[in-house]
């Protein structure tokens, strides 16, 4: 298997290379053979997440006896490791067998996947020396190796060969056993959020929740975390515990919170309920005010006016369109000149739910805003409705606008579709601003993608608007990427000028 040609190993970055060079590490030449393996090695170990059927396809094909094998035996304990991983998704099964009783015997963070893997084999008696390995490697291996692998242990769940429950909850039970609960719990800060979410989600499961597994639940920083006791949780009889939930930071176990609360108990959370009306989700504005209306009798119309002349705020802002009517316009024109960028977008979105109309008219004035939220809600408000009058507008805009607006003209524009506004996009590539030229570029190439399924015909007012920005457009002085270098070139084929 010597080559004249060493192939460049260093530049090598992907898993499907390693195909390729395999061969390599059985040279002659021992520094080529080192090189290769060492690369294998690399290119193995730099991947923090592995699919079985992925990994197959990519690796089945390499060509390996069984007796080839010990071969590997030159390369240093690490080195070898890797190579076994490969040659343990190899097509022939006597060589997936020797692999994976080498891998048995070298159990690590590395291997550990591949040994799993194996359970899901197609020959039974791989299968069974995989299952043999598997249940002496959990007696040996720590507390936060295997929670740290608890991906591919959830990944034999999915396995259709194979019914692996047993094997899964033969895991899981060794990790989760009563003598362990209280040292994970002590070593938590640790863990990785999504190893946290599998211990809290598998000890509720198990209904291991004490007052300090819940407590460092309902503390941890990942909502979806906190989540886990709103839906798992029998809230009923612990009302301080809802209580808490109803005022956490995210609106996501806010609003799943409320939708928790017994219908007996809202009277004991009417004060909770009533701020509420004020969040700043529209959806769990829209929950408090249907519970609410379970137990009481509220004017909301008015309960919004009240609270923004005490406290304005986006909540109650955007809160009284949704329940008020046009006499409440003049309320909410006045945010629009607010000193408070929140204030002049929610008044502005607000405007919207009430006069449609008239709150696009302004969001075309605003669009040079200085505030960037400002301008993200006009670049919704706008669209809403496509008029071909509203291209000109923009146009005009973009021509006059600072670079934020400039970008976030591209992006009204790109949300109109037609042929003509692949001319915005060479516009925008010609800018000296790098954002606003990787923006136009990435809209171009969407409009290119896009353009091949447009069944209109092309104007010639089309045409000419977007060729005459292209003959002003020299691509020798950008510095574009080849795949845009070839869109603009294909311009003149797609308006017919070719």
């Not at 460049?8 to 080192?34: A, C, K, Y």
């Not at 070898?80 to 991983?85: D, I, T």
């Not at 015997?105 to 194996?118: A, M, V």
Request: aromatic residues 10%.
């Amino acid at each position: 298997m010597a080559k004249n040609n060493r192939p460049g190993f260093e530049s090598m970055t992907e898993l499907s290379q390693i195909s390729v060079i395999f061969e390599w590490i059985f040279n002659p030449d021992p520094r080529i053979s080192h090189d290769c393996a060492e690369t294998i090695h690399r290119l193995l170990t730099s991947q923090k997440a592995f699919k079985n059927k992925s990994l197959y396809h990519t690796l089945r094909h390499i060509s390996l006896r069984k007796e080839d094998l010990h071969r590997f035996g030159a390369f240093k304990a690490d080195v070898q490791n890797s190579l076994f991983c490969v040659a343990s998704m190899n097509s022939n099964g006597y060589v997936r067998e020797e692999a994976l009783v080498h891998l048995i015997k070298s159990p690590g963070e590395e291997t550990f996947p591949f040994i799993l893997f194996r359970l899901a084999d197609w020959v039974p008696a791989i299968r069974q020396t995989a299952k043999n390995g598997i249940s002496e490697l959990i007696q040996q291996r720590e507390l936060q190796f295997l929670i740290r692998h608890h991906k591919i242990i959830d990944w034999l769940l999915k396995v259709e060969r194979e019914n692996l429950r047993d094997i899964h909850a033969e895991i899981t039970e060794s990790i989760f056993a009563d003598g362990n609960i209280e040292r994970i719990i002590r070593d938590i800060e640790a863990y990785e959020e999504r190893d946290r979410y599998f211990i809290f989600r598998n000890l509720i499961l198990r209904d291991k929740l004490d007052g300090q597994i819940l407590e460092k639940i309902l503390t941890d920083k990942n909502y979806l975390i906190r989540l886990l006791a709103v839906r798992n949780m029998d809230l009923v009889e612990r009302p301080e515990i809802l209580k808490r939930l109803l005022n956490d930071r995210s609106q996501k176990v806010r609003h799943y919170a409320i939708g928790k609360i017994p219908e007996p108990q809202l009277g004991k959370f009417r004060t909770e309920l009533c701020d509420m009306l004020f969040d700043n989700s529209t959806a769990i504005r829209t929950i408090s005010r249907a519970q609410l209306s379970k137990i009481s009798s509220i004017n909301y119309p008015e309960r919004y006016r009240e609270e923004i002349r005490k406290n304005p705020r986006p909540g109650n802002i955007i809160g009284l369109s949704e329940v008020g009517d046009k006499t409440d316009m003049n309320m909410l024109r006045a945010f629009l000149k607010s000193d408070s960028s929140k204030l002049r977008a929610a008044g502005l979105f607000a405007i919207s739910n009430l006069d449609y109309d008239t709150a696009k008219e302004q969001a075309f004035e605003l669009l040079n805003d200085s505030a960037i939220m400002v301008k993200w809600t006009c670049s919704h408000i706008i669209p809403k409705e496509r008029l071909f009058d509203d291209l000109p507008k923009l146009r005009s805009i973009y021509d006059r606008g600072t670079n934020d607006t400039k970008r976030f003209v591209l992006k009204i524009l790109s949300r109109y579709g037609g042929w003509d506004i692949a001319g915005d996009f060479l516009k925008g590539i010609k800018e000296t601003d790098e954002k606003i030229s990787q923006t136009a570029s990435a809209f171009l190439n969407g409009w290119y993608n896009y353009s091949v399924r447009l069944g209109t015909a092309q104007k010639e007012t089309d045409k000419e608007y977007v060729m005459g920005i292209y003959r002003d457009l020299n691509t020798e002085t950008l510095s574009l990427s080849n795949d845009i270098k070839k869109i603009i070139d294909e311009i003149p084929f797609i308006f017919g000028q070719k």
